[in-house]
């Protein structure tokens, strides 16, 4: 998921305008938000229902589904000169990465970030089923609810950027 940021951000730098750059962010986060909303509730059905086999395989068949359908709509623009590297070593590029701290504190909150969602994917349903006798159906719509939050949050935050950076650039 983390190298799908520098796709993210390589479409947004060709085809957002960046007074909608922020907005545009956040919706294209959103996805990960959305996933956990829309997951939740469908897997904590499914899984009762049909076990684990089943419910793996209909993601699976999903994904691929998805997969396929985004090779088909999304094209590559091509890319100029600009964006190759100047004639740097492997091992050169590598240490300009690791010196890059916008990279760096990008890669920390990522991994921060899927520390908690670890936590929720994992921890949560189980700690509602074990302290609070919770069955899974109840515990994926508990657990749904702060990905709700942060799905309303995320784009609010967004459209709050765009203002602040048209009202002061």
Known sequence: EGVNFVAMDRAHA???????????VSLSLLGVFL?????????????????WRTTFIGLAVAGFVTAI?????????????????????????????????????????????????????VWLPTFLQSAHSID????????????AVASVLMVAVGLLSDRIFAKTS
Do not use: N
């Not at 109840?138 to 609810?145: D, Q, T």
């Open 14 to 24: 060709d085809y957002v305008p960046p007074r909608t750059g922020s907005f545009a």
């Open 35 to 51: 996933a956990f909303v829309i997951g939740y509730p469908i897997f904590g059905a499914t899984v009762p229902r049909h076990g």
């Open 69 to 121: 359908a985004f090779f088909l709509i999304y094209k590559e623009q091509d890319v100029s000169k600009k964006h190759h590297s100047q004639g740097l070593s492997i091992r050169e590029e590598i240490t300009t990465l690791f010196k890059d701290r916008s990279l760096m504190s990008t890669c920390w909150s990522f991994g921060s970030f899927g520390y908690v969602l670890g936590m929720s994917v």
């Open 136 to 147: 899974l159906t109840g515990a994926s719509i508990l657990g749904m609810a702060p990905w």
